[in-house]
């Protein structure tokens, strides 16, 4: 990771060598050829659909021909940049390539069928065909209103032939319906059709692009096929979803968009996180706890006391450690005798119900709703599971303030790396940015909201 907190990501593409967590502003045909062979664990990317898109500085309408050679050059590279046993996810819906003449419409391209010929001609095998079902879509008139996109899921084989991706299913299972004890722990496979909500344009924490992920579909993605320190890529990043998923998830990346526009705010959109659970989770804490929805200054000590508060639980190690145990010995459980169950049963139970009635304002009920500000997927945990990551982060958090000298020093660190989402000028700091969105924006468009501010001295 870059060292200096406002160090930008952004990187043209004369000083692109290939290294991680860049954001190049370029054509990826001409950034994919400068990125290392087999380098790329995972890539998550959604091409344009050629469908007349209004996007800044592109034309999203190209002749079928031009548009296949698109995908041709980029499929090419993408199977050289991938690690043998690697993954590439290629998000797409469908396109219109002009209709006829008369100019009425010819019908619909689907692009995954499309593109997959493109990318089994390359090398890649097909491992999953994801559907990504969503709602508040543009009602048609003529037809049923298109509420999902396809994703395939595509390997590189390795050295010897076989296609066995990298799969951390633990890292994405999702809450059960209801409990049973039959089920996992912590949850159940979340299957390969995703429910999650359109990123709307306009709505709260968009940037000003128009087709942006929802974390939490990237996140699921980069949890399950990748791990820390991993390369993930994205050859069309657009407002920086991919990138901002990798940097706070510890990975690293390499992103790439053709407009100037898009690639200046994913660079800001990505300096609001720190790269890790507790630099997140003070960050969370902070906007939620000290800034969220209120006017008027304070003294940055008061910044420092809200995170003491929750870092200086003294029995959490303890807890935590008792919690960590209980579940290693359910889910090491040989056969699941009727004791298990019931211990799984008192568990799940237990911390679902104090994250469902959300009356329990604890530490870990803090550190969980902190944690979910800055992770979308994590919404879908159960209860075990994320009191377990909030508890980590907890943790974790009281090591980071250890190492920065103090919590005035930590809290001043944190301020200078989210540097658009506080503004740290000697003893006063600003909340630039209090909703709890994606936080996209950048700093320019958010001072425009004085109301939101809060200036502490
Ligand atoms: C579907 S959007 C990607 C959105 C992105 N996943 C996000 O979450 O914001 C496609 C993006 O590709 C960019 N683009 C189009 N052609 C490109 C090219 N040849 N090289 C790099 N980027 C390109 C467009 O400007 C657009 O932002």
């Known amino acids: 990771m870059p060292n200096h907190p406002n160090t930008s990501f952004l990187t043209p593409l004369s000083r692109f060598d290939g290294a991680p967590d860049a954001i190049v502003r370029a054509d990826c045909q001409q950034m994919l050829p400068l990125v290392p062979t087999g380098s790329v664990a995972l890539t998550h990317t959604s091409p344009p659909y050629n ?39 290629w998000q797409v819906g469908y396109t219109d390539f002009g209709g006829n003449a008369n100019g009425e419409s010819s019908g619909i391209k689907v692009l995954d069928a499309l593109s997959l010929p493109i990318f089994e001609t390359m090398g890649f095998h097909l491992w999953d065909r994801i559907i990504w079902n969503y709602f508040g879509s543009m009602a048609f008139k003529s037809k049923f209103t298109n509420r999902h996109e396809t994703i395939l899921w595509l390997l590189k084989p390795n050295e010897t032939g076989s296609t066995r991706p990298v799969f951390h299913l633990d890292e994405i299972r999702e809450r059960s319906k209801e409990y049973d004890g039959r089920n996992h722990l912590f949850g159940r496979n979340p299957g390969n059709v995703w429910q999650a909500e359109r990123v709307a344009f306009g709505s709260v924490g968009q940037t000003s692009h128009i087709a942006v992920f929802p974390e939490e579909v990237s996140e699921k993605i980069v949890r399950a096929c990748s791990q820390p320190g991993d390369v993930i890529l994205d050859p069309f990043s ?4 991919l990138p901002k998923v990798a940097y706070t998830l510890d990975r690293r990346f390499l992103a790439c968009e053709i407009s100037e526009k898009y690639a200046r705010q994913s ?14 989770l003070a ?87 902190g944690l979910a500000f800055c992770y979308g997927h994590r919404k879908r945990w159960n209860g075990v599971r994320r009191y377990l990551t909030a508890g980590r982060a907890l943790i974790d958090l009281r090591t980071a303030i250890d190492d920065a000298g ?29 909703d709890p969105g994606l936080g996209c924006n950048g700093a320019p468009e958010v001072t425009r909201q004085p109301n939101q501010q809060m200036t502490f001295s």
């Open 238 to 241: 657009g407002s920086g979803t």
């Open 267 to 280: 660079d800001s959109r990505l300096r609001m996180w720190g790269s890790s659970h507790a630099e997140n």
């Open 406 to 434: 103090g919590t005035s020093r930590f809290v001043r660190s944190i301020c200078r790396k989210a540097n658009a989402r506080f503004l740290i000028d000697g003893q006063q700091v600003r909340c630039l940015r209090t």
């Open 283 to 369: 960050i969370g804490l902070l906007v939620q706890y000290a800034f969220h929805g209120r006017k008027g200054s304070k003294p940055i000590r008061y910044l420092a006391d809200v995170l003491q508060g929750y870092a200086a639980k003294d029995d959490l190690p303890r807890d935590h450690a008792a919690l960590e145990e209980a579940a290693r010995v359910i889910l090491g459980a040989e056969r699941v005798t009727k004791v298990i169950k019931l211990q799984k049963q008192k568990l799940w139970v237990k911390y679902d119900r104090i994250i469902a009635d959300r009356k329990v304002i604890d530490e870990l009920s803090a550190a969980d709703r």
């Open 51 to 89: 469908i007349g898109r209004r996007y800044h500085g592109f034309r999203d309408s190209q002749e079928i021909e031009h548009y296949s050679n698109l995908i041709e050059n980029v499929a090419r590279e993408l199977f050289r940049v991938t690690r043998p046993g690697g993954s590439l996810f």
